[in-house]
């Protein structure tokens, strides 16, 4: 159990509806990362935020966003979903703020079926 | 920018076999490099790391050393069990301002049989 909390496990929605994914981090970390996991384009960084603040920007999508409220819990909204957003979308959390001696603790993910 | 390239899978052994799995990667500057493991239905779980040249990491008999004049970090394992099946992921860190991230590479399905 790596302490990373995320729900739902499993999404199941339509083309053009919002989601939103939560993600609840490890005791004592303050990072929060976003990644999707797909067949095609793997395992991409999608954002973290630390402490509230947004840290680092990947290949998030302009139709996404997230936010780390004062708890350090997160959520990833996803809005205007195509077929192609079906993916898993995992968290993971570290204790500071991103770094080569940080490792990251990742969640089970949530697995997200557009129809 | 930064990439990660790992050997195509899935690589299928039998039990006690020698593993190696390939790992190689572009970044600038000296990145920390990372084995995570996935096994079914879960998340990411930190196999092992090294955060500079020559460093060995090693972790429940897997073991990868960072060669920086190769580029490179090969995870091994001397006797591979069936409990070792999973998809086993090299991952880079670069401190690169701006892009402060894990670069995963494709991931390698290995698959043990008794």
């Known amino acids: 159990d790596s302490g990373v909390t995320q729900t739902p496990k499993h999404l199941i929605t339509a083309t053009g509806q919002r989601v939103t994914l939560r993600c609840s981090p490890r005791?004592?970390?303050?990072?929060v990362y976003w990644y999707q996991q797909s067949l095609d384009q793997g395992l991409q960084f999608l954002i973290q935020?630390?402490?509230?603040?947004?840290?680092a920007k990947g290949n998030i999508l302009e139709r996404f966003s997230a936010q780390q409220f004062p708890d350090l819990h997160s959520e990833l909204n996803l809005s205007s979903l195509e077929l192609g957003d079906s993916a898993l979308y995992f968290c993971?959390?570290?204790?500071?703020?991103?770094?080569?001696?940080?490792?990251?603790?990742f969640g089970d993910g949530t697995r997200l079926s557009i129809l | 920018g930064n990439s990660v390239t790992q050997m195509e899978g899935p690589v299928t052994l039998s039990e006690e076999a020698f593993l190696t799995i390939n790992c190689t990667y572009t970044?600038?500057?000296?990145?920390?490099l990372f084995w995570y493991v996935q096994y079914p239905g879960e998340g990411l779980q930190l196999l092992l790391k090294a955060t500079k040249a020559d460093d060995k990491g090693s972790n429940k008999g897997f073991e990868a050393t960072y060669r920086k004049e190769t580029t490179s970090f090969h995870l091994e394992k001397g006797s591979v069990q069936v409990s070792d099946s999973a998809v086993y992921f090299c991952?880079?860190?670069?401190?690169?301002?701006?892009?402060?991230?894990?670069?995963f590479g494709s991931g390698t399905r290995l698959q043990v049989q008794p």
């Open positions: 005791s004592g970390d303050l990072s």
């Open positions: 970044a600038t500057g000296y990145p920390s």
């Open positions: 993971a959390s570290s204790v500071g703020g991103g770094g080569g001696n940080q490792p990251q603790h």
């Open positions: 991952a880079l860190w670069s401190g690169d301002t701006g892009r402060r991230a894990l670069t």
């Open positions: 935020y630390y402490n509230g603040e947004e840290r």
